[in-house]
C-alpha cells in the first residue's frame, strides 16, 4: 500500500476522456475491473496462438542470418531473391518484437487488475496507442507486401484499421478507468472537482483572525532634574591645615 502511494503521487490523467464506470458490449455489462480483466486474457490469447509462429519464425531468421554471415547467399540464391530475403528478416523480425511486447504488457495488465496495483496497468495505458497505431502500420505493410499497390487493397486496409482502432479504442477506455478507479481509492485527494475547489471559502490567517489588541500609549512628561550641589574629596593639604 506504501508503494502504491508512493507511485501515484503523480498518477496518469487524461483530461479529454471520460472515465467510464462500467464495461458493457453486445452481451454483458459488468464492472470496469471486470472488463479490464476479459481484456487482458482477449488480448493475451491472441499473442499466445501466435507463439508457435513465433518461435518458428525465430528459428527461420536464425537460420537467415546464419546464411548471411557464411556469405554463401550468393551460391543459392538470386540478387532479387536476396532482396526479399531481407525483406522478409526484417518483417519477422519486426513481427518478432510486436508479440514479444504485447506479451509482456498484457501479463502485467492482469496481474495489476488481479491484485488492484495501478502502477502495472500504466504499461497499457500509455502504450496501447501506440500500439494502436503499430498494428495499423504493420496490416499495411503486410498487405502491401502480398498484394502489391493495388487499390482494392488500400480500402480493405483502411476498413480493417477503422474496426481495429474503434474497438482497441474502447478497450483502452475501459482500462484506463479502472486505473484512475485505483488511483482514487489509494489516494482520494487527488480528484478534487474544480467548482469545489471555487467555491471554498478563503484561507484566514491566524493574524486576520485575531487582530492584536489596541494599546493606548501615554505620553508622560518629563521631571526636571533640580541642580545639586557636588561636594568634593577634600584633599591631603587641608586636612594637614
Known sequence: KVAGTAFTKMPLEVKCISVRENFSCCCCNCTVKTGTILIGWLQLGIPMLALPYLLLGLIALAVMCLIVFKGITHLILSP??????FGNMVLSLLVTVQLAV??????????G???EKPMFLLPYVVLDPVGVLWVAS?????????AGQVVIAYIAVLILDSLLFGVRSYMWVIVYSYYRQLVRN?????????????EAEPMVSPVEEHPPEKIDVVFVPA???QNKSVVLWPSSREYLL
Open 223 to 225: 521631571t526636571p532634574v
Open 102 to 111: 504485447r506479451l509482456s504488457i498484457e501479463t502485467l495488465l492482469l496481474y
Open 138 to 146: 504493420l496490416i499495411l505493410l503486410i498487405v502491401i507486401h502480398l
Open 186 to 198: 489509494i489516494m482520494p485527494n487527488t480528484e478534487i472537482p474544480l467548482q469545489n475547489v471555487c
Open 80 to 85: 532479387r531473391e536476396i532482396a526479399n530475403l
Open 113 to 115: 487488475a488481479y491484485r
